[in-house]
Nanobody
Framework: QVQLVESGGGLVQPGGSLRLSCAASGFRFPGYDMGWYRQAPGKERELVAIITTLGSSRNYLDSVKARFAISRDNAKKTMYLQMNSLKPEDTAVYYC?????????????WGQGTQVTVSS
């Protein structure tokens, strides 16, 4: 059974930092590109960052480039998202999933996500 467990969210002031973690199980983690997604209230879920199977390539949503960094540890079946210089518009529930190369959509059912709130 596939499990995706996100953690590390919280309340942070603008300009602050958070590091999200995604613990994956139930599928061959090293064999999939992985992505971080987010969904703000009233908005569609969007792909924020994606990393290829061996971590050799990373791509980001334009609005988070130079502020966010995605990484993965295949031995630990874990993915991370380092978020710096956070802005109020980064407020959302963040999710992880294996990402389809064709369209960036998630392969598996979504986990519970982790709430990130950026506010003073």
């Amino acid at each position: 059974q596939v499990q995706l467990v996100e953690s590390g969210g919280g309340l942070v002031q603008p300009g602050g930092s958070l590091r999200l973690s995604c613990a994956a199980s139930g599928f061959r983690f090293p064999g999939y590109d992985m992505g971080w997604y987010r969904q703000a209230p009233g908005k569609e879920r969007e792909l924020v960052a994606i990393i290829t199977t061996l971590g050799s390539s990373r791509n980001y949503l334009d609005s988070v480039k130079a502020r966010f960094a995605i990484s993965r540890d295949n031995a630990k079946k874990t993915m991370y998202l380092q978020m710096n210089s956070l802005k109020p518009e980064d407020t959302a529930v963040y999710y992880c999933n294996a990402a389809r190369r064709s369209d960036g959509l998630g392969f598996f059912d979504w986990g519970q996500g982790t709430q990130v709130t950026v506010s003073s």
